[in-house]
């Protein structure tokens, strides 16, 4: 992997290998034995994504290069690819990148001789939302063969719906979405039910929040929760077994009712707790095939790495 922009760019082989890595490396964080500098570019809002970046790279001995947009040459316009450019060239060994852009990632990777990872690419894709989202169901269930996955909300403007319909249909999973009507997207050919079938058939419920950023119209959404939501209701017609996964910033009471967030069947704060060791396994592994990390010389660590 030059870069790790698309989940798509996986094989089923390579996806299993990281989830199994980052499962290891809750075990043994194995920090690297190298000085690597790492620069978080994110150009549009986060919590989760750009902390848990953070947070792994630390864990992994990383010297973080932590970037503000309003303070930043930016606000003079200076292109993303030139502030690339200069992270590069102040000695940046990988660049983590969010930006409103669908395209930014073609703009970059042919311009650049350091890794990109892609924590956000406008409306077009987020992989690493969707291997933290592969590695709470796999923990959950043991294999995506057979299940049903309905994503439900925000369709339409959703880079995460986009990634994990596409991965989860390649290991096996059957794919519905769920979707008020001005939240479709005809593009992607997923199949749309209603919420009440979605709950009744589905192992887990995958809610989007509605963003409103993207489409630049907050509306009216008091009659939302119980029309396509998550209510109290519907959680009971659940399958028994079935969780309910949120990528976040919650709506509360709007595409889920407030107390279901912290229910005994959400996963919603686990995810985030597995997004820090997928993005280290990731981070890991892209390192590794640019031969940026050292060769591990003592027997222990050999093995540690081996057993990874």
């Not at 930014?104 to 001789?113: H, R």
């Not at 690493?128 to 989202?133: A, G, H, P």
């Not at 280290?280 to 940026?292: D, N, P, Q, T």
């Amino acid at each position: 992997m030059q870069h790790f922009t698309s989940v798509s760019q996986l094989t089923k082989e390579e996806i299993y290998s990281l989830l199994e890595m980052a499962e290891a490396l809750k075990e043994k964080p194995l920090p690297l034995s190298k000085q690597i500098f790492v620069a978080n570019l994110f150009y549009e809002p986060s919590t989760r994504t750009k902390m848990s970046f953070t947070v792994a790279e630390r864990k992994l001995g990383m010297e973080v290069l932590d970037f503000h947009q309003e303070s930043s040459s930016a606000t003079k316009g200076e292109s993303l690819y030139d502030t690339a450019k200069t992270f590069e060239a102040i000695g940046a060994d990988m660049l983590v990148i969010r930006h409103a852009s669908d395209h930014w990632i073609e703009e970059l990777q042919d311009g650049l001789s350091i890794p990109i990872l892609n924590a956000g690419a406008g409306e077009a894709e987020h992989p690493t939302q969707c291997m933290l989202d592969l590695l709470t169901i796999y923990q959950e269930f043991g294999s995506f063969q057979g299940l049903q996955i309905a994503i439900a909300g925000d369709i339409k403007h959703s880079r995460v719906a986009k990634s994990n319909a596409e991965a989860l249909t390649r290991l096996g999973a059957k794919v519905v979405f769920s979707a008020a009507p001005e939240f479709i997207d005809d593009s992607l050919p997923i199949p749309y039910i209603g919420m009440d079938e979605a709950v009744r058939k589905s192992d887990v419920i995958m809610l989007l929040r509605i963003q409103h950023e993207r489409h630049g119209n907050e509306g009216d959404y008091a009659e939302y929760l119980e029309r396509y939501g998550l209510t109290k209701e519907r959680e009971q017609q659940m399958l028994a077994h079935a969780i309910i996964m949120h990528p976040a910033p919650v709506n509360r009471g709007i595409e889920i009712d407030s107390s279901l967030v912290e229910c005994e069947r959400s996963r919603i704060f686990k995810q985030m707790n597995n997004g820090v060791y997928i993005r280290m396994a990731i981070m890991k592994r892209i390192l590794g095939e640019w031969g940026k990390l050292n060769e591990i010389t003592t027997k222990k660590r050999q093995e540690a790495i081996v057993s990874i």
